[in-house]
């Protein structure tokens, strides 16, 4: 099949997979963010998990941030059902350590979100934050990347935060700076 480059992105429909798909896992504003509060309530003092997590639905207005998370629940939702081939079957059903493939989609994830989002998607994984914890030992059960996509938005969730803020410039164009030198 060659590309069709004449065909509008299903924006809405990949929506919908991913919605569906992360709340299969519950995977929701409550669990992001009782997970972002753990991250962020020392430096967000009066804030609670409930307003942690209102911005939940703010991380999927980027395409990027769907195509990567789509990408993963698929994944497990293909190896849940013993579909994909060995060695991957194997591998991606026993969260092979060296495999990796679930953390760079994930990391993919919180880079869309800066460097805050990358650093804790890192403190994250390693502690296991919040309900990923549970996800990654639900018996049973195959989450390989919904527990790292899991981390990276409560991660992306962070970011925002630390970024969100508006920038306190002057707004100079160069040439004025210009003028400032002479």
């Given amino acids: 099949m060659v590309a069709n480059k004449n065909i509008d992105y299903p924006d809405q429909e990949l929506y919908d997979y991913v919605m569906k798909g992360l709340a299969d896992k519950n995977i929701t504003p409550k669990t992001i963010g009782e997970a972002v509060y753990e ?37 497990d939702d293909l190896a849940n059902r013993e579909l994909l081939p060995e060695p991957m079957q194997t591998i991606i059903a026993n969260d092979l350590g060296q495999f990796g493939v ?14 805050l989002g990358v650093t804790n998607y890192g403190y994250g994984d390693k502690i296991k934050i919040g309900y990923a914890k549970e996800l990654d030992n639900e018996h049973g059960e195959i989450n390989t990347f919904s527990d790292d996509i899991f981390t990276a938005l409560a991660s992306g969730m962070v970011g925002r935060l630390g970024h969100g803020r508006p920038l306190d410039i002057n707004n100079k164009k160069q040439e004025d700076y210009k003028e400032d030198a002479r």
Avoid at 62 to 75: A, D, F, Q, S, Y
Avoid at 102 to 112: P, T, V
């Fill in 39 to 75: 991250m962020e309530h020392e430096y967000f003092p009066e804030k609670t998990a409930e307003d942690f997590g209102e911005d939940f639905y703010s991380l999927f207005k980027k395409r990027e941030v769907l195509n990567l998370v789509g990408t993963g629940l698929m994944i």
């Fill in 102 to 115: 679930d953390e760079l989609i994930s990391i993919g994830i919180a880079n869309l979100y800066g460097s």
